[in-house]
């Protein structure tokens, strides 16, 4: 049975349990009161509206399962393709491609709420360019910006419109015109991520000098990619296509971070807890018989204690996710197997030509060596170890790197390494990721250690060799000329795209593609796991 069946033949649910459907896992609700004012009277309408800009990803199941829970608690739901936004956020769809994209985009989107069982009769499909090219829309963008500020417009466009040093008037528009989508689509509320929320405030604040009513706001939280950063159609590795094939999906959830015991910043979480629980009301962690069996969870809370308390392994919660992800992605790739959406694919997004002789390589395109020496990695001394103050799992390290000051390191070692063997070890640290909050403590650094590749996982520092001093430098051989990166930056993959080489040889050295780990002094080594990982 479709889940929209299972919906239909459920008692109509009351004005409590409708607030509660509407604005279950939302980050934030703006306008409450008005909200249940008005599930006292009648059905809420509401609208989504999504740019057609990138190719959707998985990520966009985020919002799909929020439209399945409005349109359970009866609202009356507009999906906006927004045609035209797409082309004035700084020309991410150029004007030749906008038709195509807007398209695609409702095909595929169309394809992504049939895979969750959401009924289409029940939606109302809207393009930006049906109407905001109409007298009355026209002028009441003039309107509108004879009483905006130039500071208001920008402001409000500063967490969604692409930033860049000399923005365009386009982008300026942008926020208005969203603004007055409240109005021309007769909706009581609108809903979209947290990263909307200025562009929801300005409305509240512009719209009324038009004599138009205050809208209600709902906003998602910003679901995390898989790198841990916001998920991302221009950046590859943070995000699964929802036209990926099931190879590329294993290979993608394989390298996403998803530390042990680490829930920030975790978007295999973050995906089970905004898109599966929601769909399902159920996650199961498949497991072998010998490491305990499947585990069923009716409350995504009981998940994440368990993970944070590692009985749930992240190499488990990876695979559960990947089979319950395809089920998802299977009716769309079959969708889009047929040739009619292939050439819709391919004419949309076109494989970028290469530049032309004699014309100028644009800014950043030649390809950068991803190699050993851009990592800052150093001897540190722990001075001292404590535990985190709000996470069980986690240490808060103390470690001198040759630097005036020791670094502030979060590490999740409490379940693998006791307090009194970390505390004055020497140990092999890297330096320049981008310092990352972890459970409100920010973590300078990380310890790199040996990992055992099966059940029980074990866990062991590495060890740079005997006589070393902290702040002395660790290298790859043949790789020791180079300096290091300032700063790593998240979005280049560097040290991900490295760290998919480093291995523990038979002799238990730190190795990369059988490049040994050195200081002046010898390898790096640890104590026991032969042939294990390293992170």
């Not at 295999?268 to 399902?280: A, G, R």
């Not at 490049?515 to 790096?524: A, E, I």
């Amino acid at each position: 049975m479709q889940p929209g069946a299972a919906a239909a033949m459920e008692p109509a649910p009351g004005p409590q349990e409708k607030y509660q459907l509407i604005t279950r896992n939302l980050q934030e609700v703006l306008g409450e009161e008005k909200l249940m004012s008005i599930l006292k009277e009648r059905e809420l309408k509401i609208y989504w509206g999504t740019a057609t800009t990138g190719k959707p990803h998985v990520a966009y199941f985020v919002p799909m399962s929020k439209i399945a829970d409005f349109l359970k608690a009866g609202c009356e739901v507009t999906i906006l393709f927004a045609d035209l936004h797409a082309y004035l956020d700084n020309m991410k769809a150029p004007w030749e491609l906008l038709e195509l994209r807007t398209r695609y985009y409702e095909q595929v989107i169309k394809a992504m709420l049939e895979s969750i069982g959401v009924p289409l009769e029940k939606l109302r499909f809207v393009r930006g360019t049906d109407y905001q090219l109409s007298k009355e829309y026209t002028l009441d963008v003039y309107r509108l910006s004879s009483v905006v500020t130039q500071h208001d417009a920008k402001k409000a466009g500063a967490e969604v419109v692409k930033q860049v040093e000399h923005p365009l008037l386009s982008g300026l528009l942008y926020p208005g015109l969203q603004a007055l989508d409240e109005e021309y689509l007769k909706v009581d509320a609108q809903f979209g991520g947290v990263d909307q929320r200025k562009i929801f405030t300005f409305a509240e604040k512009y719209l009324p000098s038009l004599g138009y009513a205050k809208r209600v706001h709902l906003m998602n939280p910003m679901v995390p990619g898989l790198t841990g950063s916001k998920m991302s159609s221009s950046e590859e590795d943070s995000k699964i296509d929802l036209l990926d094939r099931k190879e590329d999906v294993k290979k993608k959830l394989k390298k996403a971070f998803c530390e042990p015991g680490n829930v920030e910043n975790n978007g295999v979480l973050s995906f089970i807890k905004h898109v599966l629980f929601p769909l399902k009301s159920e996650f199961v962690v498949l497991r072998e018989e010998k490491w305990g069996g499947n585990k069923t969870y009716t409350a995504y809370e009981a998940l994440e204690k368990d993970f944070a308390e590692q009985v749930v392994h992240p190499g488990d919660l990876k695979n559960s996710v990947e089979v319950a992800l395809n089920k998802l992605l299977d009716p769309i790739r079959e969708k889009f197997n047929c040739p009619e959406l292939k050439k819709l694919s391919s004419a949309a997004y076109p494989t970028p030509s290469k530049a032309k002789p004699g014309e100028k390589s644009t800014k950043n395109s030649e390809p950068e060596d991803v190699i050993p020496s851009r990592l800052d990695i150093r001897v540190g001394k722990v001075i001292s170890v404590e535990k985190h103050p709000d996470a069980d799992s986690l240490y808060v390290e103390k470690i001198d790197v040759g630097e005036a000051e020791p670094r502030t390191v979060v590490s999740g070692l409490v379940h693998f390494v006791p307090k009194e063997q970390l505390q004055d070890r020497l140990v092999v640290l890297l330096c320049n990721l981008k310092p990352q909050k972890m459970r409100g403590v920010e973590s300078q650094g990380m310890v790199l250690c040996a990992s055992s590749v099966g059940e029980p996982r074990q866990v062991e520092p590495l060890d740079p060799p005997a006589g070393c001093c902290a702040g002395e430098r660790v290298y790859v051989e043949g790789y020791e000329a180079g300096e290091p990166d300032e700063e790593l930056k998240p979005k280049k993959k560097v040290f991900e795209k490295l760290q998919a080489d480093f291995c523990i040889s038979e002799d238990c050295v730190a190795q990369w593609k059988q490049r040994n780990f050195l200081t002046k002094l010898g390898t790096v080594s640890c104590k026991s796991l032969r042939g294990g990982s390293i992170s």
